[in-house]
T-cell receptor, first 115, second 112 residues
Framework: GAVVSQHPSRVICKSGTSVKIECRSL??????MFWYRQFPKQSLMLMAT?????????EQGVEKDKFLINHASLTLSTLTVTSAHPEDSSFYIC???????????FGDGTRLSIL | QKEVEQNSGPLSVPEGAIASLNCTYS??????FFWYRQYSGKSPELIMF????GDKEDGRFTAQLNKASQYVSLLIRDSQPSDSATYLC????????????FGTGTRLQVTL
């Protein structure tokens, strides 16, 4: 079964809207979670590393004021795309390292479409 | 710039054949290597991971790592049409808790 739950799976909204995406670790605690973005026919690109109880670490070129990350608990990280525009339309995917030495597991992703 | 390179394909193999997928990486300090399968419109699914030089087998899948050549491969034996997907190679600088750098993926087509 899924070890990382991501919601919603799909969002369609108007330009200027802010959209919040949730990523939950199921049955385990994750002090770190990762947020990736994937444009059509491209690979996953890391946007930021979410750290429980502290500020997220953003990759070069990712606007931290536009992509707000909150990791307030050991099982939940949220990504808020503020004032989304059509160019933000993409597939957003979160992941969390597994327990012990287990590899990262990915959420099912969120397809964001901004009209 | 840490890079992971893959041939985009498509790689076409007949059903029952062996599919060989290759990946090279630029950062010699990389420690962990992963193969993910991604169906169109879906999230990546972990297939294999390998940390040490040599081969690692799991069912029909074998991952091969050569750190001296900075090369990692995935062999799929007895390929099935359901194996048709994009295969992503990913590399981590340290352990499993570190961020992943992905290749652009190789699209595999298994034909009947």
């Amino acid at each position: 079964g899924a070890v990382v739950s991501q919601h919603p799976s799909r969002v369609i909204c108007k330009s200027g809207t802010s959209v919040k995406i949730e990523c939950r670790s199921l049955d385990f605690q994750a002090t770190t979670m990762f947020w990736y973005r994937q444009f059509p026919k491209q690979s996953l690109m890391l946007m930021a590393t979410s750290n429980e109880g502290s500020k997220a670490t953003y990759e070069q070129g990712v606007e931290k004021d536009k992509f707000l990350i909150n990791h307030a608990s050991l099982t939940l990280s949220t990504l808020t795309v503020t004032s989304a525009h059509p160019e933000d339309s993409s597939f957003y995917i979160c992941s969390a390292p597994g327990q012990g030495n287990q590899p990262q597991h990915f959420g099912d992703g969120t397809r964001l479409s901004i009209l | 710039q840490k890079e992971v390179e893959q041939n985009s394909g498509p790689l076409s193999v007949p059903e029952g054949a062996i599919a060989s997928l290759n990946c090279t990486y630029s950062d010699r300090g990389s420690q962990s290597f992963f193969w993910y399968r991604q169906y169109s419109g879906k999230s990546p699914e972990l297939i294999m991971f390998i940390y040490s030089n040599g081969d690692k087998e799991d069912g029909r899948f074998t991952a091969q790592l050569n750190k001296a050549s900075q090369y990692v491969s995935l062999l799929i034996r007895d390929s099935q049409p359901s194996d048709s997907a994009t295969y992503l190679c990913a590399v981590a600088f340290t352990g499993t808790a570190s961020k992943l750098t992905f290749g652009t993926g190789t699209r595999l087509q298994v034909t009947l």
